[in-house]
């Protein structure tokens, strides 16, 4: 990794015109900067991957940490169930103000229907109760 003197030599070398030629130096000096900035950069990356992998995952066993690989993966898992959650529910929404409407004589339907609702998305998701 280059550190801040190796950038001050080739910013040298470019201003004294001697050893290499411009260009080169340019290249290199670039070349440096970027290195530098990913040093910079990459431990940022990695928090906020750390922190996407536990908030999808959820928080790992002491002393273990989630792959990142599959991430994209997973949040489009969770909005693929969510979605479907919604639209679950809108449905549901829309029978108990029909039934509201009717009468309170199907309260009792509708409570129902919402708990029906939610064991068959537990059933979706593969969880046990």
Wanted: no cysteine; glycine share 4%.
């Amino acid at each position: 990794m280059t550190n801040e003197l190796d950038l001050e030599k080739m910013r040298a070398l470019v201003n004294d015109g001697n050893v290499l030629d411009k260009s080169t130096v340019l290249r290199l000096l670039y070349l440096a900067e970027s290195e530098a900035e990913y040093a910079e950069l990459n431990p940022k990356l990695a928090a906020i991957l750390l922190a996407t992998a536990n908030a999808l995952k959820g928080e790992p066993k002491p002393m273990h940490s989630h792959s990142w690989h599959d991430l994209a993966e997973v949040a489009g898992e969770l909005k693929t169930r969510l979605e479907r959650a919604e639209r679950a529910n809108a449905r549901v929404r829309d029978q108990r103000d029909k039934w509201e409407q009717e009468g309170s004589a199907y309260w009792i339907s509708a409570e129902a229907a919402v708990i029906a609702l939610d064991h068959a998305l537990r059933a979706l998701d593969g969880e046990q109760e």
